[in-house]
């Protein structure tokens, strides 16, 4: 017993040696693999550890292994043996349908380390500020991974340059272009943490209810009026679910971000669903929002101010829900949304939403003086939500990131949905296709705020030296 593992694993290390001199297009032949059943079975278990390795890299050693994810892990293998004996058919060699998948499988070592090395650059900010060097370094990634898969047939199949090219098609129709559109789930995931809210009152508790009108009226009140010949931006933030801390999270750095950059302070309120703020903030509700805006139509200057208007939650086809067990309230629609806006003589709009099928909003809010940018397309889901997460994957990339490098709120969306788009791939999920339009004359407007930011920058930065 002991020889045959000897001999299993001396094969198995000659063909891995062979998989890195494939890896880098060194001369190969088919006698320099070992072809058998349990070299298929060894190197389709090295690739399954591999795989948790690179999600054990990403999540930390505080996690644990979810059982669940085995067969989404294991399917790309069965779709790689499928494509095998389609192969083998085309050739006429029934037996590359398990030589095929042990001469494609021995370069995953080397994948996996460049794979890691990509992600360890993105961490620490290699690629921060340049999405296209991102793009690119992936898809020669790809693109050399495509490369083996056409030198491991001509190893195996010689210069059968009809049958080479058949095969190459039917390897990405079966093994590769599924991948795709599956789903993709961590073998190692990071524990979850319950917020500790334990001394909480509930929201129906008389004491919190009580305090909600007094909660209101400071929040409506701490806004200052506009100021003449300036254009100023009041903040609003909408965050009225109370099932995960991400919503609470995400408004509080959206109004941080707002406030010390975007000369926001004193012109921010924000309504909150969620146990830790039931004695700090008014809660999240369809009538305080309306308040909220009434009051922000009031002080601001409709012909010269601008409203920035972030909503975060999850999200129904036209509906962002509005929760806080056990409260029954009001859902927001897009239409009631903008009786709000249009009743509070709100002229001036940037309109953020991040939320689920959020693209749904677009059309009823949309005119010639609104910004409205959406995480997720009419029909789709966007990602992120949990109560570990600082933001939303579009609140990251929005408000986290790029929202801290420009002044522009269209530059900074078009490269949160270049980096959103990146994550999604990565994690192999359904792009969440973020929407952005623009007024033409608000397009104008901004230009103005821009300009004035730009200056207010730089003569501070003057007259600090």
Same mark, same amino acid.
């Given at each position: 017993?002991?020889?045959?593992?000897?001999?299993?694993?001396?094969?198995?290390?000659?063909?891995?040696?062979?998989?890195?001199?494939?890896a880098?297009?060194?001369?190969l032949t088919?006698?320099?693999f070992?072809?058998?059943?349990?070299?298929?079975?060894?190197?389709?278990?090295?690739?399954?550890l591999?795989?948790?390795?690179?999600?054990?890299?990403?999540?930390?050693?505080?996690?644990?292994?979810?059982?669940?994810?085995?067969?989404?892990?294991?399917f790309?293998?069965?779709l790689?043996?499928?494509?095998?004996?389609?192969?083998?058919?085309?050739?006429?060699?029934?037996?590359?349908?398990? =030589?095929? +998948?042990?001469?494609?499988?021995?370069?995953?070592?080397?994948?996996?380390?460049v794979?890691i090395l990509? =992600?360890?650059?993105?961490?620490?900010?290699?690629?921060?500020?340049?999405?296209?060097?991102?793009?690119?370094?992936h898809?020669?990634?790809?693109?050399?991974i495509?490369?083996?898969?056409v030198?491991?047939?001509?190893v195996?199949?010689?210069?059968?340059?009809?049958?080479?090219?058949?095969?190459?098609?039917?390897?990405m129709?079966?093994?590769?272009? +599924?991948?795709?559109?599956?789903?993709? =789930?961590?073998?190692w995931?990071?524990?979850?943490?319950? +917020?500790?809210?334990?001394?909480?009152?509930s929201?129906?508790?008389?004491?919190?209810?009580?305090?909600?009108?007094?909660?209101l009226?400071?929040?409506?009140?701490?806004?200052a009026?506009?100021?003449?010949?300036?254009?100023?931006?009041?903040?609003?933030?909408?965050?009225?679910?109370?099932?995960?801390?991400?919503?609470?999270?995400?408004?509080?750095?959206?109004?941080?971000?707002?406030?010390q950059?975007?000369?926001?302070r004193g012109?921010?309120?924000?309504?909150?669903?969620?146990p830790q703020?039931?004695?700090?903030?008014?809660?999240?509700?369809?009538?305080?929002?309306?308040?909220?805006?009434?009051?922000?139509?009031?002080?601001?200057?409709?012909?010269?101010?601008?409203?920035?208007?972030?909503?975060?939650?999850?999200?129904?086809?036209?509906?962002?829900?509005?929760?806080?067990?056990?409260?029954?309230?009001?859902?927001?629609?897009?239409?009631?949304?903008?009786?709000?806006?249009d009743?509070?003589?709100?002229?001036?709009?940037?309109?953020?939403?991040?939320?689920?099928?959020?693209?749904?909003?677009?059309?009823?809010?949309?005119?010639?003086?609104?910004?409205?940018?959406?995480?997720?397309?009419p029909?789709?889901?966007?990602?992120?939500?949990?109560? =570990?997460?600082?933001?939303?994957?579009?609140?990251?990339?929005?408000?986290?990131?790029?929202?801290?490098?420009t002044?522009?709120?269209?530059?900074?969306?078009?490269?949160?949905?270049?980096?959103?788009?990146?994550?999604e791939?990565?994690?192999?999920?359904?792009?969440s296709?973020p929407?952005?339009?623009?007024?033409?004359?608000?397009?104008?407007?901004?230009?103005t705020?821009?300009?004035?930011?730009?200056?207010?920058?730089?003569?501070?930065?003057?007259?600090?030296?």
């Amino acid at each position: 017993m002991i020889s045959l593992f000897r001999s299993a694993f001396r094969d198995l290390v000659a063909n891995l040696k062979s998989g890195v001199r494939l890896a880098f297009w060194r001369s190969l032949t088919p006698g320099d693999f070992r072809f058998s059943s349990d070299q298929l079975a060894l190197l389709a278990l090295l690739q399954l550890l591999l795989n948790f390795a690179v999600s054990y890299i990403a999540n930390g050693p505080d996690g644990s292994l979810d059982w669940e994810a085995l067969p989404s892990a294991a399917f790309p293998f069965l779709l790689l043996l499928a494509g095998a004996v389609v192969v083998g058919k085309i050739y006429g060699r029934d037996a590359l349908a398990m =030589e095929l +998948p042990i001469v494609l499988l021995a370069p995953a070592p080397v994948f996996i380390g460049v794979f890691i090395l990509q =992600e360890l650059l993105d961490a620490h900010g290699a690629f921060d500020g340049a999405p296209v060097l991102y793009q690119t370094f992936h898809l020669v990634y790809l693109g050399w991974i495509a490369v083996v898969f056409v030198a491991a047939l001509l190893v195996l199949g010689g210069r059968d340059w009809r049958r080479l090219a058949v095969s190459a098609a039917v390897l990405m129709a079966i093994a590769t272009l +599924p991948q795709a559109y599956l789903p993709y =789930e961590e073998l190692w995931v990071p524990q979850e943490q319950e +917020p500790a809210v334990d001394n909480a009152p509930s929201v129906a508790s008389e004491e919190v209810l009580n305090l909600q009108p007094r909660l209101l009226a400071r929040e409506l009140g701490s806004l200052a009026a506009e100021r003449r010949g300036v254009v100023d931006l009041y903040f609003v933030g909408f965050a009225p679910n109370d099932e995960q801390d991400v919503f609470m999270k995400e408004i509080r750095a959206a109004r941080e971000l707002m406030e010390q950059r975007f000369d926001a302070r004193g012109r921010a309120a924000t309504l909150v669903n969620n146990p830790q703020t039931l004695l700090e903030r008014p809660i999240a509700t369809v009538s305080h929002l309306a308040a909220v805006l009434e009051r922000v139509g009031e002080v601001m200057n409709p012909e010269e101010d601008i409203l920035f208007l972030f909503l975060t939650s999850h999200g129904l086809p036209s509906q962002l829900e509005v929760r806080f067990d056990p409260l029954s309230l009001r859902q927001l629609y897009p239409a009631t949304l903008r009786q709000f806006l249009d009743a509070a003589g709100i002229k001036w709009r940037v309109i953020v939403i991040s939320a689920c099928y959020s693209g749904s909003f677009v059309g009823p809010l949309q005119d010639d003086r609104t910004l409205i940018i959406t995480a997720a397309g009419p029909e789709s889901t966007s990602f992120g939500c949990s109560s =570990e997460a600082d933001f939303t994957y579009f609140g990251r990339a929005f408000f986290g990131q790029h929202l801290r490098t420009t002044y522009s709120f269209e530059e900074a969306y078009r490269r949160a949905a270049v980096t959103v788009s990146r994550w999604e791939k990565d994690k192999g999920y359904q792009p969440s296709y973020p929407q952005m339009q623009i007024g033409t004359a608000m397009a104008a407007k901004l230009q103005t705020l821009e300009a004035r930011l730009r200056a207010d920058t730089a003569t501070a930065a003057a007259l600090r030296y």
